[in-house]
C-alpha cells in the first residue's frame, strides 16, 4: 500500500505554505500538474484551479476541499476521509457513494466504468 508522499516540487511546496493563488499564478497553462500520490493531508486547498492536475492515489484527510472543480481532475485512488467537500465538483466518472465512502471511510476512490 502506497503512503503519502512530499512531492519535491515548487508548486506543491506552494501548497504546503497555504499560497493557493500562487500555485494558480505558477502551474503551466493548459498543461497537465502531477500531483500523484501527495500528501495534501489537513490543507486548506479552497479557491485551487484543479483542472488538469492529476491527484491519483493522493491524500486528502482533513483537507477542505469546499468548491474546488475536480471534474477535469483525476482522482482515481485518493482518499477523502472526513475532507470538508461542499460545494466541489467531482469527475462523473465517481458516484456520490464512492465519495461518502472515501469521506466516511478513507476508501479510495474507484472510477466506475462504463
Given at each position: ?54 491527484f491519483g492515489d493522493a ?56
Amino acid at each position: 500500500m502506497s503512503q503519502p508522499k512530499i512531492l519535491d516540487t515548487p508548486l506543491y511546496a506552494l501548497l504546503h505554505i497555504d499560497d493557493i493563488t500562487g500555485f494558480n499564478n505558477e502551474r503551466p497553462s493548459g498543461g497537465a500538474v502531477d500531483m500523484v500520490g501527495g500528501d495534501f493531508r489537513g490543507l486548506d486547498l479552497r479557491e485551487l484551479n484543479a483542472d488538469g492536475v492529476d491527484f491519483g492515489d493522493a491524500y486528502f484527510r482533513s483537507a477542505d476541499l469546499r468548491g474546488i472543480d475536480f471534474r477535469n481532475s483525476n482522482l482515481q485512488g485518493a482518499s477523502l476521509a472526513h475532507a470538508q467537500i461542499s460545494g466541489a465538483y467531482f469527475p462523473v466518472e465517481l458516484s456520490a457513494d464512492e465519495i461518502l465512502m472515501s469521506m466516511n471511510f478513507g476508501t479510495r476512490l474507484r472510477y466506475r466504468t462504463r
